[in-house]
């Protein structure tokens, strides 16, 4: 009788329980498997994955949003950084009678700069060609062409051997003003001055002999020298050619009248009338004995005072 109500108590309690241990697993199976602690067997293992994985995600995701971010930053700097300026020398004044101009010659490696070329180009043309009214920028500008009508463009190589007189001539400590007295004359036959190759000029304080000087000091250049003019000439030579230079002493609008040498030697002392007489009149005898004569001459003075 006793071991029946056993039973039947542990049944019941059986199947009261079944429900509930149904719904609880139904409800959260994930849950209580998560719930699991590690064993003692592999709790290291699985503690080195867990710290460990973090930091192998971590660069992997840092690189994947730090490469966009870097070459967007490259990207805005390439846009915002100026470009470095080009090292020019000092700009120069270059006048032509009464119109100036302010220009940088070259860069600071030697190179003509092509707008100080058209510019220099305007200021060497010829008497007969006017000033171009439209502003430089505007004029077509074609290599080894005219800059405008009758004007044709410079040997760039003259600005090298200008800058080179700048350079010279103002010692980094002042700019300098040149003049432009003749450059490009299209009827002038046989002269560097026909290919625009030449130029006549002077510097604002600055002696022509200095100028002459030190142009026979650059290669492959053309040097004249006018002692009776305002200007000295300088053109560009073929590579090799080295020293060139003359002097002209002729004054403005006279022939040319070259020399050898300025200021010129001095001429021979002209020669008087008893000069030119001596020449041509047979020598005088010349006393060989003047002991014997001085000798004689006091014995006659002693005479001469006994008879006194």
Not at 78 to 83: L, R
Not at 85 to 98: A, I, K, S
Not at 247 to 276: C, L, Q, T
Not at 290 to 295: D, I
Request: glycine fraction near 6%; include cysteine.
């Amino acid at each position: 009788m006793k071991a029946t109500s056993l039973s039947l108590v542990l049944t019941t309690l059986l199947v009261a329980a079944a429900p509930a241990a149904a719904a609880t697993s139904h409800k959260a199976p994930h849950k209580a498997k998560a719930a699991r602690g590690p064993t003692a067997m592999h709790t290291s293992s699985v503690h080195s994955k867990t710290t460990s994985a973090p930091s192998a995600a971590a660069p992997t995701e840092g690189a994947h949003h730090a490469a966009p971010v870097a070459h967007a930053a490259e990207h805005a700097s390439s846009h915002t950084a100026k470009p470095k300026p080009p090292c020019l020398h000092e700009p120069v004044t270059v006048m032509r009678g009464t119109e100036q101009e302010r220009f940088t010659l070259t860069r600071c490696d030697g190179t003509p700069l092509p707008d100080a070329v058209d510019r220099l180009s305007i200021l060497a043309r010829p008497e007969s060609a006017a000033k171009p009214a439209a502003p430089i920028q505007d004029l077509v500008k074609v290599h080894g062409a005219n800059v405008s009508a009758g004007i044709k463009r410079v040997d760039p190589k003259l600005l090298e051997r200008l800058q080179a007189f700048a350079d010279h001539f103002s010692a980094g400590q002042h700019a300098i003003t040149m003049h432009v007295i003749s450059g490009y004359r299209p009827t002038s036959a046989g002269s560097f001055h026909a290919t625009a190759q030449a130029l006549d000029f002077r510097v604002d304080g600055v002696r022509n002999e200095e100028l002459v000087a030190f142009c026979k000091t650059l290669q492959d250049t053309g040097c004249g020298y006018y002692p009776n003019s305002s200007f000295i000439h300088l053109d560009v030579r073929s590579p090799g050619t080295g020293h060139v230079s003359w002097i002209d002493a002729s004054g403005p609008g006279e022939a040319a009248h070259y020399v050898s040498a300025w200021p010129p030697p001095p001429e021979p002392a002209k020669e008087g009338f008893m000069d030119r007489l001596a020449k041509i009149l047979p020598q005088m005898p010349v006393d060989e004995h003047p002991a014997t004569v001085t000798a004689l001459g006091e014995a006659a003075g002693n005479a001469v005072a006994r008879v006194n």
